[in-house]
């Protein structure tokens, strides 16, 4: 185990925006979240790294969630 790791998230967009209102699939699990890039539609990946790139943990969170 290291003492230094790294954590980043990543957005899975289900969808574009225009088409919110029609996507049916993830319609009650889905959240929309403002991100650097602007507003999108779906999840967030999680990762914490440690300093070799070795994966610690993974996250699958809906977009509205902080890591």
């Known amino acids: 185990m290291t003492a230094i790791a790294f954590i980043e998230s990543s957005k899975l967009q289900v969808c ?3 088409r919110i209102l029609r996507h ?3 319609k009650d ?9 602007g507003w999108f ?12 790139g070795g994966i610690l943990s993974v996250k699958v969170t809906t977009a509205n969630v902080d890591g």
């Not at 959240?31 to 890039?37: P, S, V």
């Not at 539609?41 to 070799?52: A, Q, S």
């Open 16 to 18: 574009h925006n225009l």
């Open 41 to 52: 539609y779906g999840f967030k990946l999680h990762f914490i790294i440690n300093h070799h």
């Open 24 to 26: 049916q699939v993830f």
């Open 29 to 37: 699990t889905v959240k929309r979240e403002k991100g650097m890039m």
